[in-house]
C-alpha cells in the first residue's frame, strides 16, 4: 500500500494539471453570468456530458478517417489535411458538444436567460477539453501542458462562446414563437464554431510559415472571443421573454458603456458556488 502512494500522487498532480486551465475558465464564465446563477448540478451535468462528448467523438472520428484513409489522399496533402481537421474534428466534436447540450439544457427551466445559452456550451466544450487534455498529458508527458493551456483549452472555450451566443440568441428567438429563426441561430452557431475549429486544427496541422501566420490569426480571434465577446454577452444579457428580439444579430456587436453595466442586487440570486468562484475572481 505503501509503495502505491507516490504513484497515485502523481497521477494526481498530472491530472489535476491537465484539467487545472479548464477550472480556470469555468470560473471565469461562471463569474461572468452576473444575473442570475446556474444550478450547481446542471453545470456537472454539462460537464460530464463534455466527457461523454469527446468519447462519442473520438469514436466517430476514428471511423471517419479510416474512410478517409481509403481515398487516394496523401495524408500530408493540404487537402486530406483541411478535410480530417474539418469534417472528422471540427463538425464531430462541435456535433457531439450541441447535441449533448441541447439535450442536457434547452427545456430545462433554468434556461431563461440568453447567457445561459454561452454559459451551457462553455461547461460542456470545457468538459470535453480537460478530459482530452488528460489524455494528451498521460500520452506525451506533462511537456505539453504549457502549450495546450495557452492555445487548446482556450480554443475549446472560443468556439463554445460563439455556439453558445448563437443557442441563447434561439432560445430568445423560440420564446417570441419565431421557431424557424430559433433553428437558424442553432444551425448557424454549430457551423461557425465547427469552420473556426476545422481551421484552426489545420493550420495546426500543416505547420507551414503561412499555416503558422494564420494560426496566430486565429489564436488572436480566439481570445477575441473569450475576453471581449464574453463580456459583451454578459453585459446585453435579457431573459428569454420579454422584450422585442432583434433578428439582425452579430456576436462581435459593442454594447453601449459595457464597461459601466452593473447588475441589480435585486436581480442577482445567491448560489451555493458563490463564495468559491468570489475567491478566484
Known sequence: MFLLFPVV?????????????????????????????EPRDLLIRL?????????????????????LNMTPLTPDGFLYVFIEAVFCVGFVEEGTKYFLTKKTTWNHPAFNYQFDGVVYCVFTSLGFAAIENVGYTFAYGPGVLLSRALLSI????????????YYGRAKVAESYGHFDEAKSFRITGYVLASILHGLYDTCAMLNTNLS???????????????????????????PVAGETVDMTFNPFE?????????VSSEAHKPHPLQDLMDKYD
Not at 16 to 36: G, K, N, S, T
Not at 214 to 235: G, K, P
Open 9 to 37: 500522487s502523481f497521477l494526481f498532480v498530472y491530472v489535476f494539471l491537465a484539467i487545472l486551465p479548464a477550472i480556470y475558465f469555468m470560473i471565469r464564465i461562471y463569474r461572468q453570468d452576473r444575473i442570475e446563477k
Open 254 to 262: 459593442d454594447v453601449e458603456n459595457v464597461d459601466a453595466v452593473e
Open 154 to 165: 482556450p480554443g475549446h472555450m472560443s468556439f463554445a462562446v460563439i455556439m453558445g451566443t
Open 212 to 238: 503558422m501566420i494564420c494560426f496566430i490569426l486565429i489564436v488572436i480571434c480566439v481570445y477575441l472571443l473569450i475576453y471581449r465577446v464574453t463580456r459583451i454577452q454578459a453585459a446585453a444579457d435579457k
Open 47 to 67: 460537464i460530464i456530458m463534455g466527457v461523454l462528448a469527446g468519447a462519442l467523438a473520438g469514436a466517430i472520428e476514428s471511423v471517419l478517417i479510416r474512410v
